[in-house]
């Protein structure tokens, strides 16, 4: 699944707000899906992974869930931070080849 | 412990130059992968390895060759560059079984090729 396009979705959030970032994979085959947050500058740094044996899973203040039978997973970020400003990919694939989203931009305001 | 260390971290290459771009891990990591990334798109996978002495294609192959001596090391190497090669590098490695770790990644290697 390879995405195309200049122009990242973007998520606009009020401090304290909850995120939901959403994500449309391609491969059906897919057995693990990973939610990256990549801040300017640096490399993508993992946030939660999830099986496609699960269809939630919970880390601190992140949600992940998968609906395999639509192809869709989504990241929730409670109480959304000014350092949750990111640009957030997700990302399908097996334990050593990964495809990935085009990402989403989010802006956390004040 | 480093991590994935990635060098250089900024580099400009003239059209036809050849150079390595240098991963090194030191988490002993059997998978390691290389990506690059352009504006406004995901991450594409180029090549990935499975473990020492085994490399494979990925997405986006061409124009780039790899080779895995030992675990920690799994240079990228630029043939001939081309400006369709400008771009951010990354590279990745991961333990290849589920847990709470997924893929590291290194802090990536801007080229700029012209």
């Known amino acids: 699944g390879e995405s195309v396009g200049l122009h990242l979705p973007t998520l606009s959030v009020q401090e304290g707000d909850n995120s939901i970032i959403n994500c449309a994979y391609s491969n059906s085959a897919s057995d693990y899906f990973i939610w990256y947050k990549q801040e300017s500058g640096k490399g993508p740094q993992f946030i939660i992974d999830i099986r496609s044996n699960m269809d939630k899973r919970q880390g601190q203040r992140v949600t992940v869930l998968l609906n395999k039978t639509v192809k869709h997973l989504s990241l929730q970020i409670a109480a959304t931070q000014p350092g949750d400003s990111a640009v957030y990919f997700c990302?399908?694939?097996?334990?050593?080849?990964?495809?990935f989203g085009a990402g989403t931009t989010v802006t956390v305001r004040a | 412990n480093a991590g994935v260390t990635q060098t250089p971290k900024f580099q400009v290459l003239k059209t036809g130059q050849s150079m390595t771009l240098q991963c090194a891990q030191d988490?002993?990591?059997?998978?390691m992968s290389w990506y690059r990334q352009d504006p406004g798109m995901g991450l594409r996978l180029i090549h990935y390895s499975v473990g020492a002495g085994i490399t494979d294609q990925g997405e986006v192959p061409n124009g780039y060759n790899v080779s895995r001596s030992t675990t920690e090391d799994f240079p990228l190497r630029l043939l001939s560059a081309a400006p369709s090669q400008t771009s951010v590098y990354f590279c990745?490695?991961?333990?290849?079984?589920?847990?709470?770790?997924?893929?590291?990644f290194g802090s990536g290697t801007r080229l700029t090729v012209v």
């Open positions: 988490m002993n990591h059997e998978y």
């Open positions: 990745a490695s991961s333990y290849g079984v589920q847990g709470d770790y997924g893929y590291t």
């Open positions: 990302a399908w694939g097996d334990d050593y080849k990964l495809s």
